[in-house]
């Protein structure tokens, strides 16, 4: 394989793409990450959620065609929910504490073109419980440049809370998967994905005064992604595209760029910008109470008509062959003015966060 092709592939898998190399064989090492994730957000000059997030992540073969994977979140959530509205306040303000232990294992199966996934994750708060299964399929072209990709999942969730021990509600949704991923030349290559997802159940926020949603929603996405490696830079370069709409009303545009870009001694850099503008659910309002009591209804910020710009920079330095040391920022900036064609929902209070991230891989 070319050396731009081969720094292409590893901009494309630190990216989470799926690609065809190394289809047809499990790894044969085993790769270990931790990480830490720092958020917080503001709202109307004051710190709103503080997350704070330690992850580990295991890869490991179980045999020369078997491999296990793994993920384990335990995160804490404390401060004030976000604001509704200018002219709201409600729940919002008050204060939150809270953990969330989350683990996610998948074990994958390769075969001489066709690779075979099986999933299993379980999400736990102290007034949320999810669990998940999930099937995935791969399958490469004789030549090894392409690769479809099929899924299915079931999540079911059950939903309380704290301000009420009688509520025990459930949800109950299913995912289908479909995907393609093409090596257009040794210099580029691009992936399509197209997603659908059928949930019935509670939907409604328990700790927002009069929120009451649909009992159903159906979400549709297509995502497709396009990395490029440019050799007078010795980078790669990385576009997104996401399109979203759902049963309740939301459209939503995303594009995300950016560039991996190799330094000296093991350095790197990877800086991004994305937009995301979407349009109001159908039963949003900016007004409270709503007109109709019990009627279908929410204030909720992020069903509203927003634009939102993020700027992020991560720094990777690769110590040796095993070690990989990585650290980056995050700024979120969401205002109802950055609607793309329109001034988005009024009386939006403007919304901000920031993220830090830190952590570190090992390879043996």
Do not use: C
């Amino acid at each position: 394989m070319s050396k731009s092709l081969s720094a292409l592939m590893a901009a494309a898998a630190a990216l989470h793409v799926v690609t065809p190399a190394g289809a047809g064989e499990a790894t044969d090492h085993t790769e270990m990450a931790f990480k830490y994730l720092d958020y917080i957000d503001y709202q109307k000059d004051q710190d709103r959620i503080h997350v704070r997030a330690p992850m580990a992540w295991l890869r490991a073969p179980l045999d020369e065609r078997t491999e296990v994977t793994g993920t384990l979140v335990m995160d804490s959530v404390s401060g004030a929910s976000p604001w509704y509205l200018s002219t709201l306040s409600g729940a919002s303000g008050k204060g939150i504490s809270e953990w969330r232990r989350a683990l996610d294992l998948k074990v994958t199966r390769y075969f001489d073109r066709l690779t075979v996934g099986f999933s299993a994750g379980v999400s736990s708060e102290n007034d949320y419980l999810s669990q998940s299964l999930g099937l995935d399929l791969r399958y490469d072209s004789d030549d090894r440049n392409t690769t479809y990709a099929v899924g299915i999942g079931h999540a079911g969730d059950r939903i309380g809370s704290t301000n009420n021990a009688w509520l025990s509600e459930t949800r109950s949704t299913r995912d289908l998967f479909a995907g393609v991923t093409r090596v257009i030349d040794p210099l580029s290559i691009v992936q399509s994905n197209l997603s659908y997802s059928d949930g019935s159940g509670y939907y409604d926020d328990p700790y927002k005064p009069l929120d009451h949603r649909p009992d159903n929603r159906r979400k549709l996405a297509w995502l497709t992604r396009y990395r490029r490696f440019i050799p007078d830079w010795d980078a790669a370069l990385s576009a997104d595209y996401r399109y979203y709409r759902d049963s309740w009303g939301v459209r939503a545009h995303s594009i995300e760029l950016a560039l991996q870009q190799p330094l000296k001694d093991g350095w790197s850099l990877r800086p991004s910008v994305r937009y995301h503008t979407q349009d109001a659910a159908d039963f949003f309002q900016a007004s409270f109470p709503p007109a109709t009591f019990g009627s279908i209804y929410s204030a909720d910020q992020r069903l509203a008509s927003f634009g939102a710009v993020t700027l992020g920079l991560k720094v990777s330095k690769e110590v040796n062959d095993q070690l990989t040391l990585d650290f980056g920022v995050e700024r979120y900036r969401q205002r109802a003015s950055l609607h793309w064609g329109s001034d988005g929902s009024p009386n939006l209070e403007p919304f901000d966060a920031r993220i830090l991230f830190a952590g570190l891989n090992y390879r043996f």
